[in-house]
């Protein structure tokens, strides 16, 4: 058995790039594979500290599918493809219970086979719970409703392009399937607003003339001035929505989140999520930089300035309490926006809530909320409701579709 | 074989290697080309989604500029449709191919900037030959950390998540366990499965050493 020293001297030669001897190979990789994994404190993957960096920075590349599908529309455009209407499917992960309990069921969306199998085995072991809806419940989707400032209101329909309205000091179409603003004036004596809404079951996206994008989710709305004035541009925002903002130091960007709290920021990436009946304001950083004030109208008073990865978080009721979260997970926080559900670490009845609002149903709990059940991973969103109801059954979720109400029971 | 490796004897030491002609876990490789080549446009965008993140980032490890480096990628992947479905060429490896292209790419930026830069009057070749180093050790590096992630993405997500836990985000065993909400042992044991775990998918001729801390490798000191 070699002695150390020895050890170290193959293993200077081999990282000089000299030639080892097969029995030299063999005493190296004994070595190194004979080293005990001890739960050492300090353990990292690279002794630099650049490269861990590097592979963070990679992987993150690595796993940001929304950034890859944009990419995938401007070649396709580009290119020529087809339109397709409905979404491409993401690669779906599957979603069971956390810590060694074995309920993993195959991808729901893998196509009609699987599909069938699941079905079959369904009827055989869990008889009777499963009521095959008369009526497919379908997923969300794109579209919204946009309410011109004199009340008059347009049904946005993302698969049509052109000209949805003009008016005085900018004009706004639709283009790629988004709601794009462009002003005509440059300056205008007196604003207008537009407000675009979307109903449960519906998510939009919209530009506005400065460049600043913003993702609706279901159940939400934003109002806006049709052309920022003055010396801040200002928006308005009740339920869940996604910001780009762009960069603009001479015009501060404000969002007033639900009348209850007020978001100031300078060039940034970050999701708002704002649902009144999900407890809190939460508003999670991404990039850039923003100060999250506890009131409306802030300038100032309770605040808190965000970091990337950091969340603000403002508790309902008269004596609202605004927290830093450290350590956020983002992706779960804004993979609504990248077209999938992610029910890592939240509880059952949350994610109840956000099937709620995607698939407009109602969730009825008929014995309770069911403690035990853990749910874990991602999916994408656009799988029709009855195929994710046999997917619950199947890690023990007793439940039925009743039209459009969802029958939980324990 | 290729050696890509730091040592740094005196306490933290990483030492690995590549297989730099990995075997194409692509079995489908072919067939994907095939349908490329008949215009399938659906064949098109999975080779797309497979390559665009990792092209990218060895673009912009090399050029510096995101903008720049999502136009080169697009450039290059609109090339791989346009050569495979109209000219018929058929690539004998994707990956290769296209990291060539993107290669040849980059290194006609850099020319091109160097030009650029030099004074009036001079025109010279001066694209020096350590830009060529550059660019290999920029390919084996985004090489290493596919594999790698590669690894990651095989572990259950439990492991996979313990082991994002302790080797990206550098938390304790003690850290970890809080924040899961679980038991340091049981931490302990999701650990050690992953490492096996790697340890079985890595092909002999890769080998990652993670780091123990410093007590392991100063005892032979």
């Known amino acids: 058995m070699p002695t150390p020293s020895e050890i170290l001297g193959i293993l200077d030669r081999f990282l000089r790039g000299e030639s080892l001897s097969d029995s030299e190979r063999e005493e190296l990789k004994k070595w190194l594979f004979a080293q005990e994994i001890a739960d050492q404190e300090d353990a990292v993957v690279f002794s630099d500290p650049e490269w861990e960096k590097d592979f963070t920075g990679y992987l993150s590349l690595l796993r940001n599918r929304g950034k890859l599908e944009e990419e995938v529309q401007v070649f396709s455009r580009k290119a020529g493809f087809a339109e397709v209407g409905i979404k491409e499917q993401a690669p779906v992960r599957s979603i069971f219970r956390r810590w060694g309990w074995v309920a993993a069921f195959a991808a729901l969306v893998a196509g009609a086979a699987a599909y069938s199998f699941l079905q079959k085995n369904v009827s055989e072991s869990d008889s009777g719970w499963v009521k095959t809806a008369a009526m497919q419940v379908e997923p969300g989707k794109d579209g919204a409703i946009l309410t011109l400032a004199d009340g008059s209101t347009v049904v946005l329909d993302s698969l049509g392009n052109g000209l949805v309205a003009v008016q005085s000091g900018f004009q706004a179409s639709i283009r790629n399937g988004e709601l794009v603003y462009n002003a005509t004036q440059e300056f205008v004596t007196e604003p207008s607003y537009n407000t675009v809404h979307t109903p449960k079951g519906r998510q939009f996206s919209m530009v506005f003339a400065d460049g600043t994008r913003v993702w609706l989710n279901a159940a939400s709305s934003i109002r806006f001035p049709t052309v920022f004035f003055g010396r801040e541009r200002k928006v308005e925002v009740t339920g869940e929505a996604y910001f780009e903002i762009s960069p603009d130091a001479k015009l501060p960007f404000r969002v007033l989140v639900d009348g209850r709290a007020e978001v100031e920021v300078l060039g940034t990436t970050f999701n708002v999520n704002a649902y009144p009946n999900e407890g809190s304001i939460n508003t999670t950083l991404i990039d850039g930089s923003v100060r999250v004030f506890a009131a409306a109208g802030g300038t100032s008073g309770n605040s808190i300035i965000l970091r990337p990865g950091q969340q603000a978080q403002l508790s309902q009721g008269t004596q609202p309490e605004l927290k830093l979260i450290e350590g956020v997970d983002v992706d779960r926080t804004v993979a609504w926006r990248n077209g999938l559900f992610n029910f890592n670490n939240i509880d059952f009845a949350a994610a109840m809530r956000q099937l709620e609002r995607w698939y407009d149903i109602n969730v009825v709990y008929e014995n309770g909320i069911p403690k035990d059940i853990e749910l874990y991973g991602s999916m994408t969103r656009d799988v029709a409701l009855n195929d994710l109801l046999i997917g619950l059954q199947k890690i023990g979720v007793k439940c039925r579709l009743e039209g459009r109400d969802l029958i939980i029971l324990k | ?221």
């Open chain 2, 1 to 221: 074989m290729v050696m890509l490796g730091q040592a740094k004897l005196s306490g933290r030491l990483v030492v690995f290697r590549i297989n730099q002609d990995m075997p194409n876990r692509e079995d489908n490789e072919q067939e994907l080309i095939h349908r490329i080549v008949v215009g399938d446009q659906k064949a098109m965008k999975t080779v797309f989604r497979t390559y665009y993140m990792r092209l990218f980032y060895f673009t912009l490890k090399v050029v510096g500029d995101e903008q720049e480096a999502q136009d080169l990628v697009q450039e290059s992947l609109m090339n791989f449709w346009l050569n495979v479905s109209n000219k018929k060429i058929i690539p004998e490896n994707i990956e290769r191919y296209l990291f060539r292209m993107i290669r040849n790419r980059c290194v006609n930026v850099l020319k091109r900037r160097r030009l650029v830069d030099s004074k009036e009057g001079e025109i010279q070749d001066i694209f020096a030959e350590n830009a060529e180093d550059r660019l290999d050790e920029i390919r084996l590096r985004e090489q290493l950390f596919y594999r790698i992630a590669q690894c990651f993405v095989h572990l259950t997500p439990a492991q996979n998540e313990v082991m994002t836990g302790i080797y990206i985000k550098g938390l304790t065993i003690r850290q970890l366990a809080d924040q899961l909400n679980t038991s340091p042992n049981n931490i302990r044991n999701h650990k050690a499965r992953a490492i096996e775990r790697l340890r079985g998918l890595l092909d002999p001729e890769l080998f990652i050493l993670f780091i123990m801390g410093s007590k392991k490798i100063s005892d032979f000191l």
